[in-house]
């Protein structure tokens, strides 16, 4: 093997004693897909080439697959190190989640604004509102309502219509801005 390849080795792999065979990556090659191969855990592969993820993986590098004979200790390592990487992962994707579901909850609160902006606007809040064939709170085409004027139907035909034409409250809004009806 060459100094080049050595350096390889060491530059992008913490090669155990027990160590028995060396493979250069090849286009497509995952972190799984060697480690089924080779038929030793990932975690252990992962370990063995300080290696965390498939991102880290580039065609023509060198990695060490270990020999299955890892003692207690190694296994002990091997399992701390997972367990960490583990708990940065949750702990990155609670972050993840907590600022989606912020977006979530500023997207819903907007909605709800723009939603009760139109109702005020169409009807003052009122679900007996008419004008001529438009009734109720967001003065929907009677049509659109098939006789029932219950204020529970009003609103799930208010979510469907605007849903299906505007896409959310906030836009039907802007509509309603730009054109004085949305």
Request: net charge neutral.
């Amino acid at each position: 093997m060459s100094f080049a390849g050595l350096l390889s080795i060491y530059r992008n792999a913490t090669v155990d004693t027990n160590a028995n065979t060396v493979v250069t990556v090849k286009s497509g090659d995952t972190l799984e897909n060697l480690s089924d191969k080779y038929n030793v855990f990932m975690s252990v592969l992962e370990h063995a080439n300080g290696k965390y993820s498939d991102d880290d993986l580039l065609a023509g590098d060198q990695i060490v697959i270990p020999d299955n004979n890892n003692d207690a200790k190694d296994d002990k390592k091997v399992q701390k190190q997972h367990s960490t990487k583990s708990n940065k992962h949750h702990s990155t994707s609670k972050k993840q989640n907590q600022s989606q579901t912020s977006a979530q909850s500023e997207w819903n609160k907007a909605n709800a604004e723009a939603k009760a902006w139109i109702s005020f606007h169409e009807s003052t809040n009122s679900y007996t509102a008419q004008n001529g064939r438009y009734y109720g709170r967001y003065q929907l085409d009677s049509s659109y309502l098939n006789g029932d004027y219950s204020p529970a139907n009003q609103e799930r035909v208010a979510e469907q219509y605007v849903a299906n034409r505007y896409g959310s409250w906030v836009n039907a809004k802007q509509h309603w801005v730009s054109n004085n009806w949305y």
